[in-house]
C-alpha cells in the first residue's frame, strides 16, 4: 500500500479517466463547473490518456457538432491529452500487464474484456513518474481500475509516488 500524499497540498500530476468527466455531464452542469473550478483554484491540468479522450467524443470521426466538454476543457487549459504511450518501453508494457491482470483478477473477468483506457491510464502516469512528476494521482470512478493501476505502478518501482482517487468523492468534495 502506498504512503498517502495530500493530492491537493502537493505538486502532482492529476491522469483522469472517462467516469469523471462522464459523471460531471455538460458544461453548464454545476459539476463541470465545479470540476474547472477546482482544476483553476489548483492551478492544475488534468491529463487524459489518448482512449480516454476518444471515449469522451474527442476524436474527429465521433464528435457531435458543436464543441465537446472535452475540448472546451482542453481549450480553457484545464486538460490536455497526453501523448500514446511508449509501448515500447518496458515499464510501459508491464504496468499494462500487470493493471490489465488485477483489473481480470478482482472483477472476475478475462483479461481481453478490460477496457485498453484502464491501462491507458497507467502506461500515462508511468511515462509521467519516469520523465518529471514527483507524485501521480489517478482520478478515476472505476474503483478496481484505480486499485490496480497503484498497485501495478508500487510493484514496478513506483512505490509512494501514486495514489488513486475516487471520481464520484471528488466531484462530492468539490461540489
Known amino acids: 500500500m ?22 460531471c455531464g455538460r458544461q453548464q452542469n454545476n459539476k ?8 483553476q483554484q489548483y492551478d492544475l491540468t488534468f491529463v487524459v490518456p489518448q482512449r480516454v479522450y476518444d471515449e469522451l467524443g474527442g476524436a474527429p470521426n465521433r464528435s457531435t457538432p458543436g464543441q465537446t466538454p472535452i ?37 472476475n473477468r478475462d483479461e481481453d474484456q478490460i477496457e485498453k483506457a484502464d491501462t491507458a491510464l497507467a502506461a500515462v502516469a508511468a511515462e509521467l513518474l519516469e520523465e518529471n512528476a ?32 475516487n471520481g464520484f468523492e471528488l466531484i462530492d468534495e468539490i461540489t
Request: charged share 20%; net charge negative; hydrophobic share 40%.
Open 71 to 107: 475540448n472546451s476543457a482542453i481549450d480553457a487549459g484545464w486538460v490536455t491529452v497526453a501523448d500514446e504511450p511508449e509501448y515500447s518501453n518496458s515499464t510501459v508494457s508491464q504496468v499494462m500487464d500487470d493493471v490489465r491482470s488485477f483489473i481480470a483478477r478482482s472483477s
Open 2 to 23: 502506498s504512503k498517502p500524499f495530500d493530492p491537493f497540498h502537493e505538486s502532482i500530476a492529476w491522469v483522469v479517466d472517462t467516469g469523471l468527466f462522464i459523471a
Open 32 to 39: 463541470y463547473t465545479a470540476l474547472e473550478r477546482f482544476a
Open 134 to 165: 514527483n507524485y501521480v494521482c489517478i482520478v478515476t470512478t472505476d474503483i478496481d481500475a484505480g486499485e490496480g493501476v497503484v498497485n501495478a505502478l508500487e510493484v514496478n518501482g513506483f512505490e509512494n509516488r501514486i495514489q488513486f482517487k
